[in-house]
């Protein structure tokens, strides 16, 4: 427990912390795909203010940054697909839903219980320490290879995304392969022309 | 604010967002409860960092390795969805019946 | 907790702050007509310019609300709002003399550049709570426009931070009181500039709310909340001058005048590219604009932040 | 009493007007945008006044209602009209005439409703969803299912072909007939996936066939004497106008103005207009949104006839028979390319030759009969209207809008060509 903690900073947490998982819950409470996005963003823009009360600004605004973008694509991709952007009709679209509810509670029951009953150490973070300068020299220095690592990941995962989503793939047109190669070779070849 | 309430905010996160995961039909809609269970993992990072590790730099790099996860997590994501939908025409997991292309 | 102590704020600043937001954004409306009526041909008249923008907003005051049918009623008129706000958010990092900021944060840049990703998230809501095709259809507009050139502005921004070795807007003035950043690295302004235009839906990048699509995402509005949108527009292009002038013309240095002067006199000037840019250069085609964005501009940004980092190279 | 200061300033205001074209209306609307007092705005949302202008046809008049109900309070309607017209449908409205100042009075009719001397109009028609919402859901909006449908009367976006092989939503939409960037009339059945026209068919054409309410409104009026220096003049003014039109499409406001005030005072030769082209043609912005937008086929053309076909290669012109024209030196202009670009530049430089020969022509007159119009031959709007569906298709929609407006359509024309052919 940091000492220096005010009232305001606590009611911002709380006010914060409640928001997340608030609009976490309405994204699949709304009938409407942009709703829904935009809910789940609201939900990352909370916790990324809990981030700047907690001192690490940068990742708190980074996050900011990071789920803007990707919230947008994602509205993109939600409205494409769902074909329900407005609402219009009543979406409810689940399967397993007693187990999944049952699943979630005892995830979060297990969890925060365990928040609660360990003790973990108390050491608080030094206030005077800037930590955004910490994380440049480590990034840069001593987690030099992590920072390589992800580098290279991103770089492979563009690759990816790109191969598996383009429409002419290594065997011709992705969408044409719908039906299973034929086991007679002489079918077989006719298809692939 | 203490460690135990902040983990008490994640812990909701990632329950909401394991229902969610488990619950939907749409593969983007799944996608959402995924995010939602990283958002949980992030905040619980950053609270050990800040409250348990007295700001071990470490911990921050921690923290960033969970946001990779999570672009690689939509880029792949969006990537499959798109790939499933040409091929299958299906954007529920119901659509698709086999493994075989 | 530590906040107060991490962020040296000065609360003076926030009423300067919004002197400076809603003067900037009367007098890019004093600057738009004036311009205008220098390019249309026809002979300036200050007074009239100087009146128009106050008789204007007086009209969309008396004007009532109109509704769709079933808009979304709480992101509808919170779009508008988020929009100024984000121009504000985004100003509130800029000092306007040596310590005398809202929040001259120690991450300065990222919250710039996150405010100006959620612009356009406030584009897209405002043009699809109104329930309406065109407005819909300007909002799809803003997001991928957004995606092609949201980019640029972080590379370029890194560009200014580099040889101020802080995300700081603060830090990074001070670190130009050498050379300019403009002069250091010339590719970043011009590119800075195309994000604010973007960020704005000024001028050639005002597709989201163009004329073909009968006035998209603002189409549908009309009244105060019409008045907010145009306002938050306008405090938009404010903010990105501001921050121009901070980022690449040495903010408020300058000698023999004082510090907020110059950075006023920087702003202006950079208003008024903004301005003449919006009159003089059409509406860009969008599918060409991206070829170029992704082709040319975003390689050009590489290109900045290589020639910054290898000029901060002690 | 800071309401009635800031309702006095708000009277003092430009009024904002939505013009609401009818037959002929173009033209007389475009001047006003060089009016201080007067803004012309894109969305009746934003308008105090509707100014329906010219001739509308009656079944029109719906649409226009819908319009008119769209308007913000306080508003007021004003006809502007040549003849008398039937208020009928429009009780509320005012009547301009022709040849009054209407600037004059639609800043009255400003003026009025801010001081509130003038009661805003009320709706013309009932406020009432066009389909009820009776379904299910939360708001009792719809039917069942994720997609496609038309529950309710509401169709639902269903998923089709396009043109990256990914099929997804698409969105049928009504376009017209009061869009500002539309000739007046027209409407276009269109089917939008994102931003791009999948299909798009002509709904009709209102003109035809259908008593007109109000009377067309003429810029000038037609010279007496029908000199050649004259009809010239009209026809760079007319040029003049649409390269106006084509500058405000995209977003060059003053630069419209400038080239409109071209049009309202020609100068005595060409070489204004020839400058206003040399800046035009270095705007890169410009360049980027008409080169190979709206290409029309060379041979197709060809068969349109007048600027479409001289910018497409053709020295098509009627002028170049007559021994006057011979005279005084005319050759056709023509270029290559056949997209808007070549358009837009190929009227700048006919307004320019048009007003050279205007200088040239002194007192001569012409007594060919069959003259070159400004738009062709009476029939090229005919052609041009058949064309539309296939050139706008697979457009982005604003690639659609720069190519609908350098055609110079006008419903109108088309409709008189209609009824000739059937007089014949």
């Known amino acids: ?193 | 604010m203490t460690l135990a309430t902040l983990l008490l905010i994640a812990a909701g996160l990632i329950g909401v967002g394991v229902y969610g995961a488990l619950s939907q039909q749409s593969f983007v809609m799944i996608m959402m409860g995924f995010e939602l269970i990283i958002n949980g993992v992030l905040l619980a990072g950053v609270a050990f960092w800040a409250l348990a590790t007295a700001g071990e730099p470490r911990g921050q790099v921690l923290v960033i390795v969970g946001l990779l996860v999570m672009a690689i997590e939509a880029a792949m994501g969006f990537a499959l969805v798109v790939n499933v939908y040409r091929a299958r025409g299906a954007d529920t997991t119901e659509g698709i019946d086999s493994m075989s292309h | 907790m530590p906040l107060a102590s991490v962020y040296a704020n000065d609360w003076l600043a926030i009423p300067v702050l919004l002197a400076v937001v809603v003067g900037g954004v009367y007098l890019v409306s004093v600057l738009d007509e004036l311009f205008g009526e220098v390019v249309s041909g026809s002979r300036p008249n200050l007074g009239r310019s100087l009146r128009l923008p106050v008789r204007q907003a007086a009209l969309l005051l008396c004007q009532s609300a109109t509704r769709t049918e079933h808009p979304d009623r709480i992101l509808w008129p919170v779009a508008p709002a988020a929009y100024a706000a984000l121009a504000a958010a985004g100003m509130a990092v800029i000092p306007f003399a040596e310590g005398f900021a809202v929040a001259d944060v120690r991450t300065g840049i990222v919250v710039f550049g996150a405010a100006e990703v959620l612009t356009f998230v406030a584009v897209y809501l405002h043009g699809w709570s109104a329930n309406a095709p065109l407005a819909l259809i300007g909002g799809y507009r803003s997001l991928v426009q957004g995606f092609s050139f949201m980019l640029l502005s972080m590379f370029v921004l890194i560009g200014v931070a580099l040889p101020a070795r802080s995300l700081s807007v603060g830090q990074i003035v001070e670190a130009q009181s050498g050379l300019w950043n403009v002069v250091r690295h010339p590719l970043g302004l011009p590119l800075f500039l195309v994000v604010g235009l973007g960020a704005a839906l000024w001028g050639p990048l005002r597709l989201p709310d163009s004329r073909e699509l009968a006035g998209g995402t603002v189409g549908e509005v009309s009244g105060p909340q019409r008045l907010a949108w145009e306002f938050a527009r306008r405090a938009m292009l404010v903010s990105y001058a501001v921050m121009a002038a901070s980022a690449f013309l040495g903010g408020y240095l300058g000698p023999w005048l004082p510090g907020p002067v110059w950075l006023l006199g920087k702003s202006v000037a950079m208003l008024a590219v903004f301005v003449a840019l919006g009159h003089l250069v059409g509406r860009v085609r969008p599918e060409r604009f991206m070829a170029q964005a992704w082709t040319v501009l975003l390689p050009l940004s590489f290109l900045d932040i290589l020639i910054a980092g290898v000029e901060a190279l002690p | 009493m800071a309401v009635s200061r800031l309702a006095r300033l708000a009277a003092a205001a430009p009024v904002p007007v939505f013009a609401a074209l009818g037959a002929g209306a173009r033209g007389p609307v475009e001047e006003l945008t060089l009016s201080d007092d007067v803004t012309l705005v894109d969305s009746p949302r934003h308008a105090t006044v509707l100014l329906v202008v010219g001739a509308v046809p009656r079944s029109l008049i719906r649409p226009l209602s819908q319009v008119h109900d769209q308007l913000a309070h306080p508003r007021a309607t004003a006809w502007w009209s040549s003849e008398e017209a039937t208020l009928d449908p429009l009780p509320q409205a005012t009547l301009i005439r022709a040849e009054s100042d209407v600037v004059l009075a639609v800043g009255g009719l400003h003026a009025a409703l801010l001081r509130g001397e003038r009661a805003s109009e009320l709706d013309v028609l009932p406020d009432e969803p066009a389909n009820p919402w009776r379904g299910l859901g939360a708001n009792g909006q719809g039917g069942e299912g994720m997609m496609g449908g038309t529950p309710y009367g509401r169709p639902m976006a269903m998923t089709g072909e396009d043109r990256d092989g990914l099929p997804l939503d698409q969105l049928h939409l009504r376009l017209g007939p009061f869009l500002p960037a539309f000739p007046a009339g027209l409407v276009l059945d269109t089917v939008i996936q994102g931003d791009v026209l999948q299909e798009c068919a002509v709904v009709g054409n209102p003109f035809e066939r259908d008593e007109l309410l109000g009377g067309a409104l003429t810029a000038t009026p037609p010279d007496p004497e029908r000199t050649l220096a004259a009809m010239e003049r009209a026809r760079a003014r007319h040029h003049l106008h649409g390269v106006a039109r084509t500058l405000r499409l995209h977003g060059l406001d003053a630069l419209a103005r400038r080239t409109l005030a071209l049009a309202m005072a020609p100068p005595d030769d060409g070489d204004r207009v020839r400058y206003l082209a040399h800046r035009l043609e270095r705007s890169t912005a410009l360049r980027w949104a008409t080169e190979g937008v709206g290409r029309i086929d060379p041979s197709a053309a060809e068969a349109v006839g007048g600027i479409v076909a001289r910018a497409a290669g053709w020295s098509s012109d009627a002028r170049s028979d007559d021994p006057v024209y011979a005279e005084l030196g005319f050759t056709p202009i023509f270029r290559h390319g056949s997209d808007a670009q070549a358009r837009w530049r190929q009227r700048l430089a006919e307004a320019a030759q048009a007003l050279d020969l205007a200088a040239a022509a002194g007192e001569r007159r012409s007594d060919g009969a069959a003259l070159e119009l400004p738009w062709g031959d009476d029939d090229a709007d005919r052609r041009l209207l058949d064309l539309l569906p296939g050139l706008l298709t697979g457009q982005e929609l604003g690639d659609a809008m720069t190519t609908l407006d350098s055609l110079d359509l006008d419903l109108e024309r088309v409709a008189r060509a209609v009824a000739r052919t059937e007089r014949a």
């Not at chain 1, 916790?47 to 509205?75: D, K, N, P, R």
């Not at chain 1, 365990?114 to 050491?123: I, K, N, Y």
């Not at chain 1, 005077?128 to 300068?133: E, L, S």
């Open chain 1, 1 to 193: 427990m940091n000492p220096e903690t005010s009232l305001w900073t606590d009611l911002a947490f709380w006010a914060f912390g409640l928001a997340a998982v608030w609009y976490g819950w309405r994204v699949f409470r709304t009938d409407s795909m942009v709703r829904a996005t935009f809910a789940l963003l609201a939900s990352f823009l909370n916790v990324g203010a809990i981030m700047v009360l907690l001192l690490a600004e940068y990742l708190g605004t980074a996050l900011f940054f990071m789920m803007a973008v990707e919230m947008a694509v994602m509205a993109i991709f939600m409205v494409a697909f769902m074909m329900n952007p407005a609402g219009l009709n009543p979406m409810q679209m689940v399967h397993q839903h007693r187990f999944a509810i049952v699943a979630g509670a005892a995830t979060f029951a297990g969890l925060a219980g365990l928040g609660f009953a360990v003790d973990f150490p108390d050491r608080p973070l030094i206030i005077a320490a800037d930590t955004i300068q910490q994380l440049g020299f480590e990034l840069m220095g001593s987690s030099m290879l992590v920072m390589q690592s992800i580098g290279v990941t991103l770089l492979a995962t563009m690759i990816g995304a790109v191969v598996l989503s383009s429409k002419w793939g290594r065997y011709g047109d992705s969408d044409a392969g719908s039906v299973p190669p034929s086991l007679d070779p002489e079918q077989r070849e006719e298809d692939r022309s």
